[in-house]
């Protein structure tokens, strides 16, 4: 199941516990499972008609199986029973494949081996920074299909300092070999060094647009996904999110946000 201490708690990749969901179980329990309240607060939601499952307001008793698709207020959340995802922060050098036919070292070699999990996009073998790794297929999809436009934000360190006019060009969209980008934050930190918020995935993106302004990125890490920062993550380190965070992820990637 999802790791499920309490917000405040650190959880480690070896801390996640799982549970069998096998047979139909009651809504206000696999809701205060993922996260979502006590069993009360998930109670008094379900009275209140804001717990849906497949579409339908159900009542108090009503049970769910792991087929089925729970919502609070419309935003539907993931339960899968053994989902476990973790958070990289990738060093340079690896790559985001699970087995390299060059034999590099991969970023899964620097996650557990069970579960098997699979990484959420991806990044260049030399980018540094946060990088999300799952089990579960329906939240991978949901992070990196551009339609759910999940803001991915990099820190890039360029040659040479850009102008503001160069800034305005990030921001406005740069005509690349694939089409124009989509408008994007980018303002600077300090001299060279470039924060750049984008909501694509298209290979390679920062770097292209970098260079299309004239500025090649020197080093590039990405700092933040959606709601997630992690400052105290070390390279090369890992962690399995808390289930305050996977419940931020879902939410970011709601239809109804
Ligand atoms: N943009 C890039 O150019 N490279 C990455 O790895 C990620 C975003």
Redesign the pocket.
């Known amino acids: 199941m999802i790791p499920n201490p309490k917000p405040s708690e650190s959880a480690s990749p070896t801390e996640s516990t799982t549970a069998e969901w096998t047979s139909p179980e009651r809504v206000q329990k696999v809701l205060a499972r993922i996260g979502i309240g006590s069993r009360r607060v998930c109670e008094d939601m379900i009275e209140a008609g804001r717990v849906t499952v497949n579409g339908e307001t159900v009542q108090l008793g009503a049970k769910v199986g792991p087929e089925d698709d729970i919502a609070v207020d419309g935003r539907q959340y993931s339960t899968m029973p053994d989902a476990i995802t973790y958070l990289l922060n990738k060093p340079a050098g690896t790559v985001?494949t699970a087995a390299d036919t060059h034999g590099r070292p991969t970023v899964i070699d620097l996650v557990p081996s069970s579960p098997r999990v699979f990484p959420v996009?991806?990044?260049?073998m030399?980018?540094e920074g946060l990088l999300l790794l799952t089990n579960d297929g329906g939240l991978a999809h949901r992070l990196t299909h551009p339609s759910f436009g999940v803001e991915?934000e990099?820190l890039a360190h360029v040659k040479g300092s850009p102008s503001r006019g160069a800034l305005r060009s990030l921001r406005e969209g740069i005509e690349l070999e694939d089409g124009v980008t989509a408008p994007a934050q980018a303002a600077l930190v300090s001299p060279g060094l470039v924060r750049i918020t984008?909501h694509e995935?298209?290979?390679?993106?920062?770097?292209?647009?970098?260079d299309a302004i004239g500025h090649p990125?020197l080093r590039?890490v990405?700092s933040r996904i959606g709601p997630l920062v992690d400052s105290q993550l070390r390279p090369g380190k890992v962690r399995a999110l808390i289930a305050e965070e996977v419940l931020q992820l879902q939410r970011a990637v709601s239809p109804s946000r």
């Open positions: 985001t996009g991806r990044l260049d030399e980018t991915k990099y984008i995935g298209r290979n390679r993106q920062v770097r292209r647009m970098c990125v590039l990405r």
